[in-house]
């Protein structure tokens, strides 16, 4: 004698002819059925429980579709429409489950077609996956902050290396103005000891030695002021300040490898929205590429310019280089990409000062050609309409 297997209550009788083991399968995971001529949806106990209503529950495909997250709703729909993709659909979206809030469910479904090759019917079963999910978004964040410190750390090994390069060119300049104020305090040393220095003597050896350090005190600014790290703090800025202070830093480079350093400013300036130390250390990226690109080429030169357009202030490094071709251009900010030798360079530098310039929402471009050179334009946003008067 045969067993006989009770199905349930509401069961479609219209349902495919399926083996009984398959059936016991659907019960326990979650089976569904909707029927596309009438729009009739059948739910399992196993389903309704799982979506969190009573066994007993009516839902209806309008009902399921009111349910559904509306950031998933379209593709949804698009699941559930024969005429979109294959006959087997595969789908991972949120529910508003009445008790536990926002869930995943993931959905695996077959259209059935008639003797016509009409579809009549989509049969799938449904499960939890939202322990799944969340690990899956919990990985995801893991890796994001990962990648996020692991940028964060590029950015400072390449900050220190940009320090690193203005330190060389420092410690040289910093070699005159020092040389001049143990000048000065020996030459104290001898008039005091002659019992010759004379209230005009000493006025006069003071007021130079006051200047000599001054100067080293704002050079060594510039250099602390670049090694701070994390967000830009932005404020009212002083372009010419800036200039100054790189061409204070990359002139020794320069003058020893020959190269004519020209600063083209108005008279009268508005202040930008910047980081000083984060806009200095990208215009001595820029400046540095540019003495690299410089290598021998006749009558090098290189200048910084300023112009006010509108709201916005646009910086330039120009240089009279080798120039570069387009493949080099389009890639010029990519992480890594670098036209030196192994050993010589990053791949870095661009990159980082690209992103810089973005975190203090302004813009760098580059236009170049072998043979002509290449130009750097930086847009920056101004601060105010205050002007100052440059004394450059």
Known sequence: MKSKVDRPENFDESAPNLPIETWFQLLQMG?????LRTNK????????ELL?????????LDGWLQLV????LQKFKQFMNPEDGSSKRDLEFRFHHPVRSIIWLRAVAEFSFDFEAKPFEFLG????????????LEATDTLLKELANAHEAVKSSNRLATIGEASASLAHELHTPLSVLMAQLQNLNILHQLNKLGEKELGEHISSMTNVTEELLNRLKLMQEMTHGGKPGLGPCDAGEVLKGVRSLIGPTLKDRGIKMMVDLPKQLPLIRSNRGQLEQVLLILCNNAVDALTNTPNPSLALNFYAEDQFAKIEVIDNGLGMNETTVSSIFSPFFTTKERGQGTGL??????????EHNGQIAVKSSLGMGTTFTIRLRLAETIYRKVAF
């Open 41 to 48: 949806l059948f739910c399992t106990p196993a389903t309704l």
């Open 31 to 35: 089976s569904w059925k909707l029927n």
């Open 125 to 136: 079963i449904v499960s939890d996956v939202t322990a799944l999910k969340e690990k899956e």
């Open 349 to 358: 530098g661009l990159s980082i000062a690209k992103n810089i310039i973005e």
């Open 52 to 60: 969190g209503f009573p066994k007993s529950h009516q839902i209806t």
């Open 69 to 72: 997250h509306s950031d998933d």
